[in-house]
């Protein structure tokens, strides 16, 4: 039989361990949760680094686009207006029968002068964010549809809700990048753009006719980088799909919930 010593000294031991257990046991938790604390910021910090430096890309990119949007209304399109005046003035003194063929060539710098003062406000930001998504999508698709390029429908459902300017002009430039690339490769000549509004959502879907593509090896095509990143930045879903001589189709769905102008 085990002396009161023996007994406590046991007791002692079982105490000194079920402590020694609790304390791993402590730290342990304590460790696991400052490392899941560490790695969310490390993770956020990522995030935050990845958004500013894609915001940074964007902004250069639109200050880009605005400047070759002033330069083609201000200097091209003041050259053009120029040519058509002058053109007006040699007109006077020519022959009946020479004028049908100067004013052809009249017809000709006006609508070039249209085509540039058109490119010009789809280049400029400050235009797109002040005329809103679907005027901005119209007047793009009007413009094609004036150019021959391709035949351009645009269907509207639901009744309109008002979103911050920079995301209307985010998605606009989505849409757009999927337009040029349609336009250059896809030998399209059919595009529908369908948006609907929701009380809670805009669902933007774009469907070409062409040949369409393989994805995997588009991968890392700067123009799909481009339209995902913008998406990303305004929480947007983004989803692009296409085959072999099935054509492509886009689909984006932003969210009107919690949104707010950046």
């Known amino acids: 039989m085990l002396s009161k010593e023996e007994l406590l000294l046991i007791i002692y031991f079982v105490v000194v361990i079920l402590l020694l257990t609790a304390f791993v046991i402590v730290f342990f938790i304590v460790y696991q949760r400052r490392k899941n604390k560490m790695l969310l ?3 956020e910090a990522e995030k935050r680094f990845e958004r500013e430096i894609s915001q940074s890309r964007l902004e250069m990119q639109e200050q880009t686009l605005k400047n070759v949007g002033w330069e083609l209304h201000d200097n ?7 040519a058509n005046m002058q053109l007006n003035i040699f007109s006077k003194n020519l022959p009946e029968a020479e004028k049908t063929s100067v004013l052809e060539i009249k017809e000709t710098v006006a609508s070039s002068l249209q085509e540039v003062r058109s490119l010009s406000k789809s280049l400029n930001n ?3 964010g ?5 005027v901005s999508v119209e007047n793009e698709l009007a413009r094609f549809q004036r150019m021959g390029v391709i035949e351009a429908q645009l269907e509207i459902t639901g009744e309109k809700q008002e979103i911050p300017q920079q ?8 849409l757009q990048e999927f337009f040029s690339n349609v336009i250059k490769h896809a030998k399209a000549s059919a595009l529908i753009v369908r948006i609907e509004f929701t009380s809670e959502e805009i669902i933007i879907t774009a469907k070409d006719n062409g040949q369409g593509f393989d994805l995997e090896e588009v991968q890392k095509n700067s123009g ?4 995902e990143s913008r998406a990303a930045l305004i929480q947007t879903k983004f989803k692009l799909e296409s085959a072999m001589g099935k054509g492509t189709f886009l ?3 932003y969210s009107l919930m919690g949104q707010q102008d950046e």
């Open 126 to 128: 400050q235009v797109i």
């Open 76 to 82: 091209i399109g003041q050259l053009l207006s120029v």
């Open 130 to 134: 002040y005329a809103g998504l679907v």
């Open 41 to 43: 910021e490390q993770f």
């Open 167 to 174: 995301h209307s002009i985010i998605l606009f430039r989505i």
């Open 251 to 253: 689909s984006l769905r």
């Open 224 to 227: 799909l980088f481009n339209m």
